[in-house]
């Protein structure tokens, strides 16, 4: 199965072998967002301004959210996290949150995985701070941006 | 904070009281999709016909990841989740994978946020599976379809 | 698929829905065993009678063992266990240690798979303790010997 | 208590100090058998050829299985997975279902639990996928057939 | 062992059969202190009114560390915990930060070890976010002040 | 905000970037206590000679708290730890149980945090293990005692 580096020559999945790769420091970048009604982004805008901080919590979520990506995902390898930062921002013209989350790791495979997750784990944190208020919030646009230290080179995703 | 139940009268994040409410059955259904190009697809659906079962594997994983949700998510309440279904189907047009994930409780409190985390592992495990063919997917259309069972009633999003 | 409830009609995995199963109380017994050499066996049994105590800690490994049931098996219901003992012997005609492992619950499905995950996780830390002194020890026999309090009725195994 | 590295002079459980080891290219294999019916082995046969995949679903949660071993087993140091392979067969002559193991890690430790923990739940996930047809299944042969890597040698099993 | 409910008749270590008690609703308080320098005290009082919530980051930290009592305490029933808080407030006296956690279950056994993990979770993360400050902190005072809802009536904590 | 590398520039919580601090072999040492009545304590010396062996259950419990310190502690590095230890020894002049853990890794960051969290899980199993003989038990002393490996150099706590 040509490019699909997840199953064996028999299509089976496995956890494929990076032992042979090189340990590099790495680093990827992913993002999304959440989209909202403008009074439901209001209220994130108080939190953050005054108290009852969502984007706060959901920041905290999206950095624990990255070290569980190896539970998570089946075929991923568990790897030794260096940094994780993800940074949470009011967009009003979307309306809705903005989110990007950086991680890196001195190892022998990619961290994109672990981004995304910590991205995706922040974006259903602010659903689940907020969805007392508004039920029909949707998250999207999550993807990699960033990805480079691997033998592949560097991947930068066109702006949108 | 008016309509945020997940901080209390000072903004303090906190896990919301629910040992009044009743115990009743209730289930949420969540949707999301990964956007990829059409070769991308082709690989999901030679290996759903013959060997290397993209949807076999993230089914699985969004399984599991109903199952984590309330280690992700900071305030979410530990609940006895009575029934999981995943289903992922190539969509031509989008191109890409749509995902449903169907999650029922008898507990009290909803199931929504199980609902999204397993769309949402399904949904990266997908891009997983198919990193090594295309860096430029991307999931969207994350969201709440159905909601019932609860005091506030039923909630169905409307069809887009 | 005529028997096999984790799947749907089409051949596809879920988590089979219990919600309209009866709450009673469920009781599973699950048994294994580890096969090493007479001199290894010596060494738990002189461990258990001054120090080293190997069966203790895998009594403890079996009993929290109980409690990841959920998070390994795919398609387990999570379920508030009420109960668990797992019993250790030395059984010289073996020769080996001979595991027992009982769960109880008061739930909508049965507690085999949460005993059967006692028994084995204890069984693999008893591996885990004298694997310096043998390599070629067996763990075998696990299965269930008794599950009773739902709506198939009484199991017991044959005794063998 | 000679040969026993998981208690230090006193008797005392502790997780042994492999700080001064190197760190090695390391792989242990393991293996396991869940005998069963001739018919029950049927549906299995029928699955993996058409739908229902249980050993689809037993592979994947094996793999996932060697990530939480150190989770499981309580002495057993955290190690960076770097393969894991999970390969499940029909045995008609069992009759029943063959699994073998394979983990590699670049570590200060041997990955031989991790493959044990891979074959027995996999093991395991068969007996659940499959209970519902027959209880009386056993779990048997669950062993190391092969460990290098480490500084005490190559180790193989005899052949059965 | 008179009194020790968590071992057998043996001596052995068991989880305890709850399986015949009544679901009641049940509460538990416990409190905790992490003592500091005035200099360090100052960061967290500068940190809360402007940024830098070590408070916060900490709350949540306990609120989380309250779901994964059961993994942590070998013998705790998995509960279904129906409200976490925890407060923490600036105390220029001790100097320090004081924390209080309040857990909720409607169960078959007390939440006293959620309240505990969730307050020790919570002294623990103070700990880590400005140990680069101080390393002579030191976490005190760790105990039960309030346990209601069970078999065993009311506790109360003498104030101190 | 000055001394807290938990937080950025602008008072945001990450996990700091360690990828460009050295690998090297570390070590810290925690200590803690759980005061109790003497009558308490004299439940924990019989079992220590006899059976119901409370001390070793908690000391089992510290390691395996050791290896979920990162998943406790948000902004903690998951860590490959290569050693722990936990000894608990009877006080009477406490009275009650004094525990002390080790642990080691060679890696980028320290690891007080794992012996923080080893400790304070022991500790609380002792809680937990005697809580049906006594509810004013109180865990205090928890503290790092030594501190040694990282570019910060050695620390050493005052003998108290």
């Known amino acids: 199965m040509?490019?699909?580096?997840?199953?064996?020559?028999?299509?089976?999945?496995?956890?494929?072998?990076?032992?042979g790769k090189a340990v590099t420091d790495r680093i990827a970048?992913?993002?999304?967002?959440v989209r909202?009604?403008?009074e439901t982004l209001d209220l994130v805008a108080q939190g953050t301004a005054k108290k009852g901080d969502v984007l706060g919590v959901a920041r905290l979520?999206?950095?624990?959210?990255?070290k569980r990506c190896a539970d998570?995902?089946?075929?991923?390898?568990?790897?030794?996290?260096?940094?994780?930062?993800?940074?949470?921002?009011v967009d009003a013209n979307l309306p809705g949150v903005r989110i990007e989350a950086t991680v890196k790791t001195s190892g022998q495979t990619g961290v994109e995985m672990e981004a995304l997750t910590a991205a995706s784990?922040?974006?259903?944190?602010?659903?689940?701070?907020l969805k007392a208020a508004e039920k029909t919030m949707e998250v999207g646009g999550l993807r990699v941006v960033l990805k480079d230290g691997g033998k592949?080179?560097?991947?930068?995703?066109?702006?949108?």
């Open 61 to 66: 979520a999206g950095i624990m959210g990255a």
């Open 152 to 160: 592949s080179g560097r991947f930068e995703a066109e702006v949108t």
């Open 72 to 89: 998570l995902i089946p075929l991923c390898h568990p790897l030794p996290i260096t940094k994780v930062a993800v940074d949470l921002v």
């Open 29 to 33: 970048v992913a993002e999304a967002f």
């Open 36 to 38: 909202m009604r403008p």
């Open 121 to 129: 784990t922040a974006a259903l944190t602010v659903y689940d701070m």
């Open 2 to 19: 040509a490019g699909l580096t997840h199953f064996d020559g028999e299509g089976r999945a496995h956890m494929v072998d990076v032992s």
